[in-house]
C-alpha cells in the first residue's frame, strides 16, 4: 500500500512576485513569513509586520497586523500599501508549485509570492 502524498506545506519563507496584479517593484523586497504555529510576519517592502491570521483547509483571513511606522517614500511605499490592502481581502490560498497564491473572496488572486526569501 502506497502511502497518500502530503500537500506542500505554506510554511516558511515566501517573497512576493507580485501584488494586486503589480509585479513586484525592482529592488523592493516583500516577504511573508509563515511558522508553524500560524503566526506571520515579514516585510511590506519598507515596514516590518506580524500578526495571526484564521487558517482553515485551504481559508486564509488576516486581522489587522501590528506594523512598524517607519517613514517610507516611492516604490516601497506603494507596493506596501498593495500588500497590506491584498492580505486584508485574501479569503484562500494554494500552492501552485514553488509558488504560494493568496485569493480574493471573487477568486481573484491577490498575492502571488515564490518561495524563499
Known amino acids: 500500500m502506497r502511502a497518500r502524498a502530503r500537500p506542500p506545506s505554506f510554511v516558511g519563507g515566501w517573497t512576493a512576485s507580485e501584488v494586486a ?5 525592482p529592488g523592493v523586497t516583500t516577504t511573508l513569513v509563515i511558522a508553524e504555529d500560524g503566526t506571520v ?23 489587522p497586523l501590528a506594523a512598524t511606522r517607519m517613514a517610507c517614500s516611492g516604490a516601497s511605499t506603494e507596493q506596501e500599501q498593495r500588500l497590506f490592502a491584498a492580505l486584508a481581502t485574501a479569503r484562500r490560498f494554494r500552492i501552485e508549485g514553488a509558488e504560494l497564491l493568496l485569493v480574493g ?8 509570492f515564490s518561495r524563499g526569501i
Do not use: H
Open 21 to 25: 496584479g503589480v509585479p513586484s517593484a
Open 105 to 112: 473572496e471573487d477568486g481573484a488572486v491577490v498575492a502571488r
Open 41 to 63: 510576519s515579514g516585510s511590506g517592502g519598507c515596514n516590518r509586520y506580524r500578526g495571526k491570521p484564521e487558517l482553515g483547509e485551504g481559508t486564509i483571513a488576516f486581522s
